[in-house]
């Protein structure tokens, strides 16, 4: 189970949409619990691919090594990442198993066609380096209280 407030759930649909025809990518930090993860901040990366954007992504290594460090000053973890697959199903692919390496973490993938984000999915990955999968997860968007409330 992943939890994400609104607001994360829709910055990551946006960058999946601004980014397009190009993948985006970024990482999630928040708390591990018993029941799943929860998203306290996304962090929007670059995708420093430049042979094949539009079907692939990287993270800067720099930039995995900050928001850890990151994560860790607020007392969080690394809970996941997140990338988007322009006119693709929001389902992992064969590479992005072999890319994934944060075990207990969460994937989250967004299918953008034409232009415009449509599904958005979870995959938990599971395992050890040489027996891994990634779990289908249920994802909870979690209401926030506006800003500034209602006179
Ligand atoms: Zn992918």
Known sequence: ??????ADY??????????YPRECCGILLGTMGMNGRTVNLTLTCDNVRTDDAQR???IRPEQV????????????????FYHSHPDHPAHYSKTDLIEA????CSYV????EQGRATVTESF???????????DQEEMEILDQRPLHPPL
């Open 109 to 112: 993938i967004t299918s953008v």
């Open 101 to 104: 390496h944060w075990f207990d």
């Open 65 to 80: 090594i900050a928001a850890f460090k990151l994560a860790r000053s607020r007392g969080e973890n690394i809970v996941g």
């Open 56 to 58: 692939r992504y990287s």
């Open 10 to 19: 829709t910055l990551l649909r946006w960058e999946a949409e601004r980014s």
């Open 124 to 134: 938990v990955l599971l395992g050890t380096e040489e027996a891994k999968s990634f």
């Open 1 to 6: 189970m992943l939890r994400i407030g609104q």
